[in-house]
């Protein structure tokens, strides 16, 4: 399955539709902090882009209020 060039957002999109929907937040709101919590490659073309999902977690607490 390739997926280089696909955002991280788009290759997470049924996981995040799962997190808004348990946690009562829109969609939007966690594919844009899926977005801003990813860690890009490092080195052109070596390695893959991940989610800090620690990070992200901690910002979805925050959504929430």
Do not use: F, K
Request: no cysteine; charged share 30%; glycine share 12%.
């Amino acid at each position: 399955r390739r997926l280089e060039g696909i955002p991280i957002a788009t290759r997470h999109g049924a996981d995040a539709a799962r997190v808004a929907g348990e946690r009562g937040l829109d969609l939007d709101v966690v594919l844009r902090l899926v977005d801003i919590h990813t860690q890009r490659r490092s080195i052109g073309v070596l390695g893959d882009d991940a989610v800090n999902v620690l990070e992200l977690n901690l910002a979805l607490d925050g959504e929430r209020g």
